[in-house]
């Protein structure tokens, strides 16, 4: 891998910057907190993604918006990937970015950058986008306040950290993943043999069910002959038994018809009496006869001539009251002497025949009046006449239909009583025979209980057989149930039986052979991979303190061991310049190994960050001798150590003012 071109946009104190990576030794040189380590981090962040950082501080305070792109190469070709960092209203996060290959760009979702850059890159590592890359971390960037640490580690942490490292993990993890499968097999197996404890007892117990099986069904075949022979002898008696009892349903039949002819008979006889009474009345009523005589003149006309004649009356009555009135009148004038209205003289002749002349009209119409009234009387009393004359011929009437009715009843009863005394004839003969019929049935029942009682003795002979059968047959299915149940819990057995035995197969073989094969070939690699990391880092602790009294080697834990003047020394012990020599040639023994390992590392890209921190003078002029042997490949440096200029191929300043940093060629 090597880098190409590294472009940031508000990252950190950054707010614009452009670097572009050559061949060779490149040195970011500044003062402390200028923002040199910033730029290392922009390229794993490019690469990786966040990892363990936080997004809110790799985004410039106040900017709305980040930026980071990456060119690098691999293998002779090029890539580019971008990164973005955005700020919501209360959080920083990642926005989306791509990633081009060969020329094609890809955009991609923040969690899907990572998985393509190990890809490219060839390692062999998980693509949690929370995590950073371990082989990246230890083989190619490693922050300076983690420099040290992994001479700190406990041996089985740093071993574990260089599996990851060296790509070797995998026998491990092969290892755990068959310890975990191996507990689950012993559990399993315990299961199974917990299945297949009772199988033996299971298969003694079919022998046994299979002969009570066999026994059974001979016992049920015998059984049902038995029964078979008492089914025909209760048909038959239930043949004999059906036929007398039908006889006797006919008899109960005739028994109860019986009466109810003697009371229909009962019926008709008394009909024919109630016929012949009303006979007897009807020729009485026959003998009656009736007198029709039609009135001479209607009521109705009679009360029109009352009617014509009273109104006469009163009109004759009306004038006489007039005239009375106006005669009264005149007489009171007369009294008066004169007229009241025209003061004419009353007291004379004319006035006198005046009133005799009304005298004599009054007379003559009162005389009339009399006349009127008696005919008005006369009338009144031949309307009653002629009504209640009318009210007897209705009646005469009336009673000579009811004569004609009385005559065609009579024949309707006597046409009824012939019928009646006839139906009684015929239920006599009917009654005769019915009960001589019964009294035959009767005879013929006379044997019905003893059929009855043998009848009741078959049914209960066959019953018992029946039930025998029954019961027989119910055993030899519980017994043949309990066969099959028996039979499919030993095919379930059989089947935990095989898998015990395939089971206990594969324990053997990972106990036996695949564990200790992983553990051989593991120990076999790493024993190797030590030989030579010991040899590389041996040779870089002598470059690094060369002349002086310190030896170093690693032990089979890769644990660094320190002997000065002859006697071991703890690395916690020594100076701080010693302390960071042990740990950067650490560091290049490590990158080199891995560079082996890893395809993409062929290039081998080195990042160092203050890996000269507590450096004497000349410790700083060895560095010369390191990046000699590091020639060919391509070393970014972080320092604030000037002495390192001349050792770098490209020198970038780093200057920080007002709060920003700048790349200065």
């Not at 009523?285 to 007198?291: D, G």
């Not at 009163?314 to 025209?342: F, I, N, Q, Y």
């Not at 880092?537 to 002598?542: C, D, L, N, R, Y």
């Amino acid at each position: 891998m090597r880098l190409l071109k590294l472009e940031l946009e508000n990252v950190r104190s950054y707010r614009e910057a452009t670097v572009e990576f050559p061949n060779g030794v490149v040195l970011f040189e500044g003062d402390i907190g200028s923002g040199k380590s910033t730029l290392l981090y922009a390229i794993e962040f490019a690469l990786f993604g966040l990892g363990e950082l936080k997004a809110s501080h790799l985004l410039r305070h106040g900017a709305k918006r980040g930026r980071v792109r990456l060119d690098f190469e691999v293998n002779g070709k090029k890539h580019l990937v971008e990164r973005t960092l955005e700020r919501g209203k209360k959080t920083v996060s990642q926005g989306d970015g791509w990633l081009e290959s060969n020329g094609v760009r890809t955009a991609l979702a923040p969690s899907e950058i990572k998985p393509a850059v190990l890809k490219i890159l060839g390692f062999n590592e998980p693509a949690d986008p929370k995590s950073t890359s371990v082989i990246y971390r230890y083989a190619v960037f490693t922050p300076q306040e983690e420099m040290k640490f992994i001479l700190n580690q406990k041996p089985d942490e740093r071993l574990q950290t260089l599996r990851k490292a060296f790509g070797i993990e995998d026998y491990k993890n092969a290892k755990d993943n068959c310890r975990t499968a191996l507990q689950s097999i012993r559990q399993r197996l315990s299961f199974l043999e917990g299945k297949v404890s009772g199988l033996a007892a299971l298969r003694e117990k079919i022998a046994l069910l299979a002969r009570a099986v066999k026994k059974g069904e001979g016992e049920a075949e015998k059984l049902e002959g038995d029964a078979k022979k008492k089914e025909k002898t209760l048909e038959a008696a239930e043949r004999e038994l059906k036929a007398l009892q039908a006889e006797k349903s006919e008899a109960a039949a005739l028994a109860a018809e019986v009466p109810r002819l003697e009371q229909s008979l009962k019926r008709l006889h008394a009909l024919a009496q109630d016929y012949a009474a009303e006979i007897k009345r009807l020729d009485k009523k026959l003998a009656e006869k009736a007198e029709l005589r039609k009135p001479e003149k209607a009521s109705s006309e009679i009360a029109g001539e009352w009617k014509k004649a009273d109104a006469a009356l009163r009109c004759l009555e009306g004038e006489l009251a007039k005239l009375e009135s106006k005669t009264d009148s005149l007489r009171d004038l007369v009294k008066k002497g004169e007229c009241p209205t025209c003061g004419q003289a009353t007291r004379n002749e004319g006035f006198g025949a005046k009133i005799s002349e009304n005298e004599a009209n009054e007379k003559r119409l009162r005389a009339e009046a009399v006349e009127k009234r008696s005919r008005c009387d006369e009338l009144a009393r031949g309307k009653d006449a002629a009504i209640r004359a009318e009210s007897e011929y209705a009646q005469a009437l009336g009673k000579k239909a009811e004569l004609g009715e009385a005559a065609k009843r009579k024949a309707e009863v006597e046409g009824k009583k012939k019928e009646a005394e006839k139906l009684a004839a015929e239920g006599e003969g009917e009654l005769a025979k019915k009960k001589k019929l019964l009294q035959q049935k009767n005879d013929s029942l006379k044997g019905y209980a003893e059929k009855e009682s043998a009848a009741g003795l078959a049914r209960a002979g066959h019953a018992k057989a029946m039930a025998a059968v029954a019961a027989a047959k119910a055993a030899l299915e519980r017994d043949a149930r309990e066969l099959k149940e028996a039979h499919t819990e030993e095919e379930a057995a059989r089947v935990f039986e095989e898998e015990l035995a395939k089971r206990s197969k594969q324990k053997a073989w990972l106990n036996d052979f695949f564990i200790p094969s992983l553990d051989s070939i593991e120990e076999h690699v790493l024993r190797y991979l030590n030989a030579e990391f010991n040899e590389l880092f041996s040779k870089w602790v002598s470059v690094l303190l060369e002349g002086g009294d310190l030896d170093a080697s690693l032990d089979e834990a890769f644990t660094p061991q320190v002997t000065q003047g002859g006697f071991e020394q703890e690395v916690g012990a020594l100076s701080g310049g010693e302390k960071t020599a042990i740990a950067l040639a650490y560091r290049l023994a490590l990158n080199a190994l891995v560079k082996r390992e890893c395809a993409a590392m062929a290039e081998n890209l080195l990042i160092l960050d203050e890996p000269t921190d507590g450096f004497s003078r000349e410790q700083l002029e060895r560095m010369r001798a390191v990046f000699d042997g590091l020639r060919g490949g391509q070393v970014i440096l972080v320092s604030h150590e000037r002495e390192l200029e001349a050792f770098a191929d490209k020198v970038y300043r780093i200057e920080k003012k007002a709060g920003e940093s700048r790349v200065i060629s």
